[in-house]
């Protein structure tokens, strides 16, 4: 059984930094496209940013030049870079990656609080 640990979330204040990091556990398997996710409080979840083995990447419109998303491909473990960060970026993050055989895996989520 594969899983995906999320770490790094915390309390920043505004205009500060962090970095989360999500390793593979377990089976591993090795990962196609891996990227992280967000849900703020009464929103629907949202992804933040990808990025395939190959290392092509996408940011949504919301984060793109404030965070960066990078990974280890030997070991299945992708990072998000977050600076500047805003009040609106506030919510639990959640790791993803989509293994080679096609299946989807999730962290539990790490939270990110943002205060203004």
């Known amino acids: 059984q594969v899983q995906l640990v999320e770490s790094g979330g915390g309390l920043v204040q505004a205009g500060g930094s962090l970095r989360l990091s999500c390793a593979a556990s377990?089976?591993?398997?090795?990962?196609?496209?891996m990227g992280w996710f967000r849900q703020a409080p009464g929103q629907q979840r949202e992804l933040v940013a990808t990025?395939?083995?190959?290392?092509?990447?996408y940011y949504a419109a919301s984060v793109k030049g404030r965070f960066t998303i990078s990974r280890d491909n030997a070991d299945d473990t992708v990072f998000l870079q977050m600076n500047s960060l805003k009040a609106g970026d506030t919510g639990v993050y959640y790791c993803?990656?989509?293994?080679?055989?096609?299946?989807?895996?999730w962290g539990k989520g790490t939270l990110v609080t943002v205060s203004s």
């Open positions: 993803w990656g989509t293994a080679l055989g096609g299946a989807d895996y």
């Open positions: 377990g089976n591993i398997a090795k990962f196609n496209t």
């Open positions: 990025m395939a083995s190959g290392g092509s990447t």
